[in-house]
C-alpha cells in the first residue's frame, strides 16, 4: 500500500509493523510527531505495547534499557540536544548489548539554541557503541526502522535509524507501507537469550575488574577490557549482518538495494561526491548538471556510518580522481568525520599515495542554514579538476560575516 505521509509518521509505521512491545519518549522538537503517532496507534487499539511517558529524555532510555533487559522490543526516539541528555545511557545500552532501536530526527546542538537541521546531535554519538543508518527519503525511513529491529537483535547491538528534520521529518513524502504478514515473516518475536525473570532474580552489569575472575559458577568471566573487544569486534561482524538483513528483506518485499552506500552516476565517475542522509539527493542535481557539461561527477550517499564499512567505501572510491565530502557536522578542531573516515579507509585500503584520489571537505548547513544548489554546484566546479584538492584545509559554503 503506498500512501502520502510525513518522514515521522513512517518511522511510526515502521515501529508499529515491527511491533514494538515498549515504548519510552520524551518531546523534543522535530521528533515529537514520532513519538505522539506512536502513542495515538496504541491508545486506539492499533498497537499492542506499552506507552511510558517519562520526564526527560534520559529516563526514556533508561526505560527502554529496564524493558529490553525483561525481554521485550523496545524503542525510543529523540533529537539534539535530547540525544546529548541521554549519553550516559547510551554508552550503557550499548555495553549491556540491548538490542534496542532509537531513531535520531537530526537536529543541530545547543549552545547557542536552535531547533533546525544539521548532523552534529548524531556524529557525536558515533563513538558509543551503537550502529548508525542514515535514510535519505521516506521510503528508506521506514524500512529502515524495520531492518533496525533484525540487525540489533541478529547482533545484540542498539542501533540508530538517523533522518533529516523537517527536511524528512515533517515533509510529506509517497511511500510503501509493506504488509503486517509480510513484516511478521522478516521479523519474528524477539527471543532474548537471557532476560530478567522474577523467578530468577540476578544482577546485571555489576562493577567489573580490570582483570578476569571467576563467575559465580566458577568460570573465567571477561573482565572489562575483554567485553568492550567483544563489542568492538561484534560491531565489526554487523557489517556482514547487515548484508544478510538485506537479503532477507528483499527475499520477503521483492525490493532492496545497497546495505551501505547508495551510489548515483558513479560507475565511470572521474569525481565523486559523498554525504549522508538527503544531502545526497540534492547533490544529485548537480551531478547532471556536471554531467551535461562534460564533467563525469558522481555522487554517493553512506547509510552504514557506524560501523564504518570502510574496505567497500575504498573501493567504491578507488577508481576516481577526487572524492568531495560534504558534511552537516564538524569534528571541532580538525575536519567533519566523515571526511576523516573516508580518508582513512582510503589510506588503508588503496595503496600507494599516488594511486588514492584527493579528498576535499566542505562543512555547511549547521543550524539549518540554507543549502543552495548554486553553492553546491560552485563548490563541485572548483573542486573537480586535477588541482581541485590542492590545499588540505576544511572549506565552508555558506559563512557570512557581513
Not at 531513531?103 to 557525536?124: E, F, K, L, M, Y
Not at 535509524?161 to 509493506?178: A, E, K, Q, R
Not at 518485499?253 to 551501505?260: A, D, K, L, Q
Request: proline residues 7%.
Amino acid at each position: 500500500m503506498q500512501i502520502i505521509e510525513t518522514g515521522n509518521v513512517a518511522a511510526a509505521l515502521g515501529v508499529k509493523l515491527a511491533r514494538a512491545q515498549v515504548i519510552a519518549a520524551y518531546p523534543i522538537t522535530p521528533q515529537t510527531p514520532l513519538t505522539e503517532k506512536l502513542s495515538e496507534f496504541i491508545e486506539s487499539g492499533e498497537m499492542q505495547a506499552e506507552y511510558v511517558p517519562v520526564e526527560s529524555e534520559h529516563s526514556a532510555l533508561a526505560v527502554c534499557i529496564a524493558a529490553s533487559s525483561a525481554g521485550a522490543r523496545s524503542f525510543t526516539a529523540t533529537s539534539a540536544n535530547g540525544l546529548l541528555y541521554m549519553h550516559e545511557q547510551i554508552h550503557w545500552a550499548a555495553g549491556a548489548r540491548l538490542p534496542l532501536v532509537m531513531c535520531v530526527v537530526n537536529r543541530g546542538v545547543g549552545a547557542p539554541w536552535t531547533i533546525w537541521n544539521d548532523h552534529q546531535d548524531s556524529i557525536s554519538q558515533r563513538d558509543t557503541g551503537w550502529i548508525q543508518i542514515y535514510a535519505n527519503d521516506h521510503q528508506q525511513i521506514i524500512d529502515s526502522v524495520i531492518k533496525a529491529f533484525a540487525l540489533a537483535e541478529e547482533v545484540m547491538i542498539p542501533v540508530m535509524v538517523c533522518y533529516d528534520g523537517y527536511i524528512l521529518s515533517h515533509t510529506h513524502m509517497p511511500f510503501d507501507v509493506p504488509e503486517e504478514r509480510l513484516v511478521d515473516e522478516f521479523l519474528p518475536p524477539y527471543l532474548p537469550p537471557y532476560s530478567l525473570d522474577p523467578a530468577d532474580p540476578a544482577n546485571l552489569n555489576t562493577v567489573t575488574m580490570p582483570d578476569v575472575r571467576p563467575d559465580v559458577r566458577g568460570d573465567t568471566a571477561p573482565g572489562y577490557m575483554e567485553i568492550r573487544y567483544l563489542l568492538h569486534k561484534d560491531m565489526l561482524e554487523a557489517i556482514p549482518a547487515f548484508e544478510r538483513v538485506e537479503e532477507r528483506f528483499r527475499s520477503v518485499f521483492g525490493r532492496g538495494s545497497n546495505p551501505y552506500i547508495e551510489p548515483y552516476r558513479c560507475e565511470d565517475a572521474d569525481y565523486i561526491a559523498v554525504a549522508l542522509g538527503s544531502l545526497s539527493y540534492h547533490l544529485r542535481d548537480v551531478v547532471d548538471t556536471l554531467r551535461n557539461e562534460g564533467v563525469r561527477a558522481g555522487v554517493m550517499s553512506v547509510h552504514l556510518y557506524r560501523p564504518f564499512p570502510d574496505e567497500l567505501i575504498a573501493r567504491a572510491l578507488s577508481g576516481c580522481s577526487g572524492v568531495v565530502v560534504f558534511e552537516k557536522a564538524l569534528s571541532y578542531g580538525y575536519q567533519g568525520a566523515l571526511c576523516s573516515d573516508i580518508k582513512s579507509a582510503l589510506y588503508r585500503h588503496t595503496g600507494e599515495p599516488g594511486g588514492r584520489p584527493f579528498v576535499v571537505n566542505y562543512i555547511l548547513g549547521l543550524g539549518g542554514r540554507e543549502i543552495t544548489t548554486p553553492d553546491l554546484l560552485d563548490a563541485m566546479r572548483s573542486s573537480c579538476s586535477p588541482d581541485g584538492g590542492s590545499g588540505d584545509e576544511t572549506r565552508w559554503i555558506g559563512l557570512r560575516f557581513s
